[in-house]
């Protein structure tokens, strides 16, 4: 059975740095595309990047290009997100998801189009 644990969430000062990674355990990893969403209270889940495993092509949302980088490791199935220049407005939970699709399902179809997903790891940015 396909499973996503997150980790490496937390506090952090604003301009600060975190490393999220994602642990996918059941998954041919050549054959599906891993995702990360995050959800801040009220508002709905969004996509921020993703990964296509077979080639490690990716994707960003604007609002985190040049401050977000996604990778991604076939021998310890593992999907990071490395996170710099931090913002309050990042603040949200951070969710792993998987698709079989490739990554351009994050930016036509969103969320629906993930099957598998983690629990989520918390990130605040505050002062």
């Known amino acids: 059975q396909a499973h996503l644990v997150e980790s490496g969430g937390g506090l952090v000062q604003p301009g600060g740095s975190l490393r999220l990674s994602c642990a996918a355990s059941?998954?041919?990893?050549?054959?599906?595309?891993f995702g990360w969403f995050r959800q801040a209270p009220g508002k709905e889940r969004e996509g921020v990047s993703c990964?296509?495993?077979?080639?490690?092509?990716?994707y960003y949302v604007d609002s985190v290009k040049d401050r977000f980088t996604i990778s991604g490791d076939n021998a310890t199935n593992t999907i990071y997100l490395q996170m710099d220049n931090l913002k309050p407005e990042d603040t949200a939970n951070y969710f792993c998801?998987?698709?079989?699709?490739?990554?351009?399902?994050?930016?036509?179809?969103?969320?629906?189009?993930?099957?598998?997903w983690g629990q989520g790891t918390q990130v605040t940015v505050s002062s």
């Open positions: 998801g998987a698709t079989a699709l490739r990554c351009w399902a994050l930016a036509n179809e969103g969320p629906r189009a993930f099957s598998t």
């Open positions: 059941g998954f041919s990893l050549g054959y599906y595309a």
């Open positions: 990964i296509n495993s077979n080639d490690h092509s990716t």
